[in-house]
């Protein structure tokens, strides 16, 4: 039995940092804005937990106190291959802080859902989006169904916001399928307890080795600062390892090489190895249709380079509700699609050209002999890897930047985006 429950200005399905996001700016803008969680917080999520400069950004613009108990700040990335260790502090840019963060997914999220709620936002937990609700004389999406307490009930609003993560349910539900021309990923990762859990370098590892046997890949160790550090691998669809690797073995193969000091080991994990999967680069399209539009992981935002997602969800989340603001501020039906259809256009011009590039590295990087030579030849120079760096963070300034910004900027705006 449906109960028709409310009306809203905005749904928004998905209270992850993304939809989180969203929610905020739409609600500081005095819309009303219901903010759907099929999950109760605090609940858990996949990811490395690491927050690079550009998410670090996100999070300051948004009010978040950054130096309350339970931030871990960070100096750069550690990078270890081809027998070498490199320590790369984040750059001093005008345009992004100096600094990362490390805060694991069961706060975070928490954190971004209530600040949504104090700007003025409902959230609904334990809500599971069912389908869209379909005005069939417009060919357009006016609500959603869900199941709430095991009823099921009707929301409706006028757009709503797809930021319901990788599997993103209500995309599948409009005709949205992922583009196969566009990188994937599998992340797994466990935590463990460790004396290294107060690190102030996120460490990434470029080579990943068995004994005598390279693995296919790359590692993480990143400190949570609560006793444990989260340690992970990723595996990218362009390596021909990618369909036949239990990454779970995998993860335990690689971390029994590492120092027993370390205690990256089954006796010290403080729960089970878990994995999801990595959409990249724009692999759902498009990012606005019919009513709906997609932030974060639904529409594929997550960076090639470096597989990094909350900085692209709370970005993109933060340019959907600008875009909805002004949309629905316009007189006509007409006025407003202009104004909508403005949100896809804006996203390509940001980031379309330097995914295209990332596509194209990861292209390269699949096979192991190029990661090899890359990882051997490039890492013991370190103006290469301060350039690499800020490729792969994304971390530029747009104007009065260094030689290397003038050089990747140049390279993003001359690529096509696709």
């Not at 095991?150 to 949205?176: H, I, K, Q």
């Not at 990094?308 to 933060?318: C, K, L, N, T, V």
């Amino acid at each position: 039995m449906t109960d028709s429950a409310r009306e809203a200005d905005v749904i928004v399905v998905g209270a992850g940092p993304a939809g989180s996001t969203t929610a905020y700016y739409l609600a500081q803008a005095g819309l009303d804005v219901l903010l759907l969680e099929k999950a109760t917080f605090p609940r858990d999520k996949i990811c490395g937990d690491g927050l690079t400069p550009r998410a670090v950004r996100q999070l300051i613009a948004m009010g978040i106190d950054i130096d309350a108990p339970g931030w871990i700040r960070n100096k750069g990335l550690r990078i270890y291959g081809g027998g070498v260790k490199v320590e790369l502090p984040w750059p001093e840019l005008a345009s992004f802080p100096d600094f990362g963060l490390v805060r694991a997914r069961t706060d975070l999220d928490e954190i971004l859902a209530e600040r949504a709620v104090t700007a003025g936002a409902e959230l609904l937990q334990g809500t599971n989006v069912q389908a869209p609700i379909i005005d069939e004389r417009l060919d357009r999406i006016v609500g959603v169904t869900a199941k709430r307490d095991g009823a099921e009930v009707e929301y409706r609003a006028p757009l709503v916001v797809a930021a319901d993560g990788n599997s993103t349910r209500l995309s599948l539900a409009m005709g949205l399928r992922k583009r196969e021309d566009r990188p994937m990923g599998v992340a797994v990762r466990r935590y463990y307890t460790t004396p290294r859990h107060d690190d102030d370098f996120l460490e990434s590892w470029l080579e990943l080795w068995d004994g005598d046997r390279l693995l296919p890949g790359y590692g993480w160790v990143f400190g949570v600062g609560n006793g444990t550090s989260n340690v992970g691998l990723g595996l990218l669809n362009t390596s021909g390892s990618f369909q036949n690797t239990d990454y779970r073995a995998m993860l335990r193969r690689w971390t029994a090489g590492m120092p027993p000091e370390w205690q990256f080991t089954e006796e010290f994990a403080t729960g089970p190895i878990r994995g999801a999967a990595l959409p990249m680069g724009f692999n759902r399209q498009p990012h606005y249709t019919r009513g709906m539009l997609l932030v974060g992981d639904a529409g594929g935002m997550i960076n090639p380079f470096n597989g990094e997602g909350i900085d692209y969800a709370m970005e993109s989340g933060h340019l959907a509700a600008d875009i909805i603001v002004q949309a629905l501020a316009r007189p006509t039906a007409a006025q407003r699609e202009r104004a909508l259809y403005q949100y896809p256009r804006i996203l390509k011009e940001e980031h379309g050209g330097y995914f295209t590039i990332g596509r194209l590295f990861v292209q390269m990087i699949g096979n192991p002999r190029i990661m090899s030579f890359l990882t051997r030849h490039g890492l013991p120079h370190p103006t290469l890897m301060r350039f690499t760096l800020k490729l792969l963070a994304n971390l530029t300034d747009p104007r009065d930047g260094d030689a290397a910004d003038r050089v990747i900027n140049a390279m993003t705006k001359v690529a096509p985006a696709a």
